[in-house]
């Protein structure tokens, strides 16, 4: 059974840096397209930042470039959201997807529709 689980809950200053995790199982992570979104409230969904299946591709998004990064370790089946110099408004829900269904070529910067599984989603608030 696929599954994707998340760390837990994190709060931190603004200017600090945070490292969220997604474990997954049932799949070969290096075989899948994935995805962290977030959501904050009241507004939608923002994608993140993506890797491609097979890893030819990454993509930030431009709000998060140069502060965050993505990652995956296919060793241990875990997909990374390293974020530094954190901001107010980078509190939001977090949530990391995955999608087996698209070719290494298929672009990863998708909605997160399109992602068939997705994490519990892990809150993550930025506060003095």
């Known amino acids: 059974q696929l599954q994707l689980v998340q760390s837990g809950e994190a709060w931190v200053q603004p200017g600090g840096s945070l490292r969220l995790s997604c474990s997954t199982s049932?799949?070969?992570?290096?075989?899948?397209?994935i995805l962290w979104f977030r959501q904050a409230p009241g507004k939608e969904r923002e994608r993140v930042a993506c890797?491609?299946?097979?890893?030819?591709?990454?993509y930030h998004a431009e709000a998060v470039r140069g502060r965050f990064a993505i990652s995956r370790d296919a060793g241990i089946n875990t997909m990374f959201l390293q974020m530094d110099s954190l901001q107010l408004e980078d509190t939001a829900v977090y949530y990391c997807?995955?999608?087996?269904?698209?070719?290494?070529?298929?672009?990863?910067?998708?909605?997160?529709?399109?992602?068939?599984?997705w994490g519990q989603g892990t809150q993550v608030t930025v506060s003095r």
């Open positions: 890797i491609s299946s097979g890893g030819l591709n990454t």
């Open positions: 049932g799949f070969a992570l290096n075989n899948f397209a």
């Open positions: 997807a995955a999608d087996g269904t698209s070719g290494s070529g298929t672009p990863c910067w998708r909605p997160p529709e399109e992602y068939n599984y």
